[in-house]
């Protein structure tokens, strides 16, 4: 089962800031979260990840609050080629020591010319 | 810099017949991990292999399925006697050795249809 939930869906108008939220409520102190996006029926496409600060790069913006019970993706000015299925993921641990992310069904974010 | 490689990108079985998809993981990368996508759901953990091992594969059927991680050559996921619900898209990933960096890079997947 996805250790978090976003909203099904969003649309956004084009040319301004998406905001997709996610909730992790259960997450551990040392668990990062991951955000990917999968366009079409593409592979999917790693986006950012952050543990507790805020994170920018050349795709986005990840805004975790302090209780780190939620966190939010911004994209700062979207595009069309931005639509797709976005995913927050808080990766499980295995016995191997290593991660496996659990998926679950993601925020469709459509964006509108 | 090419990124991970799967093919076929599209493979069409008969009920019965043999599937095998292949994934050659980014260079320098020696995790390789398998995820099945149903439509309009998300993807689901299959299979965690490093070189010539299975790490974990809690994911995985007990039955008809298998994963392999030569020392040379692609990683292959193996689908015996293929039925209509293993009709999905099959996505492997893959990670840099070691634990501290396991950001998880995607191929295109390949779509099996079961006839």
């Known amino acids: 089962d996805a250790k978090t939930t976003q909203p099904p869906s969003m649309d956004c108008a084009e040319g301004r800031a998406a905001n997709l939220p996610c909730n992790h409520s259960t997450i551990s102190g040392n668990e990062y979260v991951y955000w990917y996006r999968q366009i079409h029926s593409q592979g999917p496409q790693y986006i950012i990840h952050g543990l507790k600060n805020n994170e920018t790069n050349e795709m986005a913006s990840l805004i975790i609050t302090e209780d780190r019970k939620s966190s939010t993706l911004i994209l700062p000015h979207a595009t069309l080629r931005d639509t797709a299925v976005y995913y927050c993921i808080v990766r499980v641990p295995l016995t191997s020591g290593t991660y496996k992310y659990i998926f679950g069904t993601g925020t469709r974010l459509k964006v509108l010319a | 810099n090419a990124g991970v490689m799967q093919n076929p990108r599209h493979l069409v079985r008969r009920r019965g017949q043999e599937a095998r998809l292949r994934c050659s993981p980014m260079?320098?990368?020696?995790?390789v991990y398998w995820y099945r996508q149903l439509p309009e759901e998300g993807l689901k953990f299959m299979v965690y292999l490093q070189k010539e091992n299975i790490i974990d594969e809690s994911g995985m059927p007990k039955e008809r399925f298998s994963a392999e991680f030569p020392k040379e050559g692609p990683s292959i996921l193996r689908i015996q006697q293929v039925v209509r619900g293993d009709s999905a898209a099959y996505f492997c990933?893959?990670?840099?050795?070691?634990?501290?960096?396991?950001?998880?890079?995607f191929g295109p997947g390949t779509r099996l249809t079961v006839l």
């Open positions: 990933a893959s990670s840099p050795a070691g634990f501290g960096t396991d950001t998880q890079y």
């Open positions: 260079k320098g990368h020696s995790h």
